[in-house]
Each structure stands twice: as structure tokens, then as C-alpha cells.
Antibody
């Protein structure tokens, strides 16, 4: 059974960088044809797909976040990470990581982590 | 890309059937058969329950079914059970991104 677990600070100050890590167990992050995505849930605005990374390092970001976003992968630790810079209160929300099966028959996010709440506040 | 539109809440009695709609546009639902549905019990990991409009992941209950007509997708839960009380989100894959619905809270009366 594939499991994902998000970790990172729950409180980030405005203008600083939000950093989160997703640890994958039950599957190798290098397994074809899976990608690995981040999604967030705003308190009011709902779910927003943030971006993905492939184990090779290839990425694609939501254009609305692209200028502030960096997603990286550490295959030796079976982890991938998110860094979002210059955060504001609008970046407050629950952040999820998920296995992204866009190249599979299902074309979906087939396994998710439980999510971690990040609050941007001074 | 704008969020897909879902009703905020739907309720039904034990054993009844309910349907949740998910309305998009020609940029997403209408032109792609990549609609998926997720069940989310607060505090737990969201769970994929439908992919490719109509398909259920292996081992998932047949009480859940999906369909699509034009730019609107639907999730039907038949034989409503107490454990079905949760939030439900639709999603459409389009232009390398996933677009999500606004979410529907299902209440079992």
C-alpha cells in the first residue's frame, strides 16, 4: 500500500519561504510511470493543483505559482519537496502531496497524504 | 482555469441514492474523459473513488458510479451508508493540470 506523509513547519512568516517535504513509502519514487504532485486547499477557495515532479527532475508548475515555486526530488530518501517563496496570507491552507498517475490509464491522483496545515502569519 | 462547480451540500437518508453534479466548460470536462472523483473524510487522506469518468479503482465499492454529459460530470452514490458522509471533489485533467471542483458535503440523515 502506497503511503505519503507531508512534513514541515506549520507557521511561516509573510515574505518568507514555505518548505515542505513528502516522504513516500510502499513504492519507489522512481517507479514508472508515476509523477509526484503537490496540491493545496485554501480555507475558502478550495483545492488547487500546485505542480509535479518526475523522478528524473522534470517539473511542471501551475502558471499562477510558477514564479515563486520550486519542486525537487531526492530519490535516495524517496522524498520530494516544495518551496514556495514570498508567501502571503493567501498561501495559508492545507498542503497535500499525491502520487500523480497522469501517464496511467487512470489519469488521476491515486494516492494522497493526509495533508499538513500551513499558516502564514507574523 | 476556473474551479469546477459543485453543489455545496447534498443529503440523503440511509439506503437512498444521491447524485452530485460537477459543471465545467469546453476547456475541461466537455473535451476530456479525464474526470475523477475523490472522497475526503476530514483529517484523513483524500481517496480516489472514480477515474476516467466511469471507472472505479480495484476493490472500491460498486455503490459509487460516475457519468458525464457535455460539460457536466456526475457522481451517484447508491444505497447510502453512514460511512459515505464526507466531502466529495470532482477533478478534470486538462492542459497538464488538474482542476478541482468546489466540493460537496454529503450528509447522511
Amino acid at each position: 500500500q502506497v503511503q505519503l506523509q507531508e512534513s514541515g513547519p506549520g507557521l511561516v512568516k509573510p515574505s518568507q519561504t514555505l518548505s515542505l517535504t513528502c516522504t513516500v513509502s510502499g513504492d519507489s519514487i522512481t517507479t514508472n510511470p508515476y509523477y509526484w504532485s503537490w496540491i493545496r486547499q485554501h480555507p475558502v477557495k478550495g483545492l488547487e493543483w500546485i505542480g509535479y515532479i518526475y523522478y528524473s527532475g522534470s517539473t511542471y508548475y501551475n502558471p499562477s505559482l510558477k514564479s515563486r515555486l520550486a519542486i525537487s526530488v531526492d530519490t535516495s530518501r524517496n522524498q520530494f519537496s516544495l518551496k514556495l517563496s514570498s508567501v502571503t496570507a493567501a498561501d495559508t491552507g492545507v498542503y497535500y502531496c499525491a502520487r500523480d498517475c497522469r501517464a496511467c490509464r487512470s489519469t488521476s491522483l491515486d494516492y494522497w497524504g493526509q495533508g499538513t496545515l500551513v499558516t502564514v502569519s507574523s | 482555469q476556473s474551479a469546477l462547480t459543485q453543489p455545496a451540500s447534498v443529503s440523503g437518508s440511509l439506503g437512498q441514492s444521491i447524485t452530485i453534479s460537477c459543471t465545467g466548460t469546453t476547456n475541461d470536462i466537455a473535451n476530456y474523459n479525464y474526470v475523477s472523483w475523490y472522497q475526503h473524510h476530514p483529517g484523513k487522506a483524500p481517496k480516489l473513488i472514480i477515474y476516467g469518468v466511469t471507472n472505479r479503482p480495484s476493490g472500491f465499492s460498486s455503490r459509487f458510479s460516475g457519468s458525464k454529459s457535455g460539460n457536466t460530470a456526475s457522481l451517484t452514490i447508491s444505497g447510502l451508508q453512514a460511512e459515505d458522509e464526507a466531502d466529495y471533489y470532482c477533478s478534470s485533467y486538462a492542459s497538464r493540470m488538474y482542476i478541482f471542483g468546489t466540493g460537496t458535503k454529503v450528509t447522511v440523515l
